[in-house]
């Protein structure tokens, strides 16, 4: 069973387009977050939910929105992708928003073209 | 504001050699820190954490980390290394001062070559 499932692995697109990537955990815990990992591996934070409610929301461009449908589950929607938004994005969770993240994705690679 | 330093972006061990891994801090409030591998092309496991109690965390498959508070750091360590610890390590200080929101601040990463 797989902990936290992210889809899809891989995102392929061009300039301009508008995805969403997919996260959902099944372990009963109360938060949940996305990284960007980027070309040189560098992790940074760019939001965060906790029952649902955004908690961490970072110097990320409007084009990037997060949705919560449950506490489950936390998805990535970005506007008008840009050759800058290409990078790995890790979908995280947490028992608590003390805790830290505790349970990684594999990722979903983002090319944008 | 909360930062973390990785000496040394990449580290070299034959196997079976002792595997020192170099993080330090800087924390406004006492910190909670972590380790993290990242093998290739998947996410990030946690090694283990350090959150105010004992100052020597054991982690996963042998690892283990002692919390400096003098020196500010967290450095992490396996006695014997082996072929499949091969991979990329974080280190990661959390913001759960007065915000408490949980966010990591994570160190650049190093990378770790086992050769035989």
């Known amino acids: 069973d797989t902990a936290v499932s992210q889809t899809p692995k891989y995102l392929v697109t061009q300039m301009g387009n508008d995805k969403s990537i997919k996260c959902e955990q099944n372990l009963g815990h109360d938060t949940m977050y996305w990284y960007k990992q980027d070309s040189k591996k560098f992790l940074k934070i760019m939001f965060s939910y906790n029952n649902k409610e955004l908690i961490i929301n970072e110097t990320v461009p409007n084009r990037f929105s997060p949705k919560s449908p449950d506490k489950a589950h936390l998805n990535l929607h970005i506007n008008s992708l840009e050759l800058g938004d290409s990078a790995v994005y890790f979908c995280a969770s947490s028992q608590d928003k003390a805790s830290g993240p505790l349970h990684f994705g594999n990722g979903t690679r983002l090319t944008v073209t | 504001a909360q930062s973390v330093t990785q000496l040394g972006s990449h580290v070299s061990v034959s196997e079976g050699a002792l595997v020192l891994l170099r993080c330090n801090y800087s924390s406004s409030v006492p910190p909670y820190l972590f380790w993290y591998v990242q093998y290739p092309n998947q996410g990030l496991q946690l090694l283990l954490k350090?959150?105010?109690?004992?100052?020597l965390v054991k982690g996963i498959n042998g690892f283990e980390a002692e919390f400096k508070k003098s020196e500010t750091s967290f450095h992490l360590t396996k006695p014997s290394a082996h072929m499949s610890d091969a991979a990329e390590y974080f280190c990661?200080?959390?913001?759960?001062?007065?915000?408490?929101?949980?966010?990591?601040?994570f160190g650049q990463g190093t990378t770790l070559q086992v050769k035989p």
């Open positions: 350090y959150t105010s109690a004992a100052t």
């Open positions: 990661a200080v959390s913001d759960h001062g007065s915000s408490n929101t949980g966010k990591l601040i």
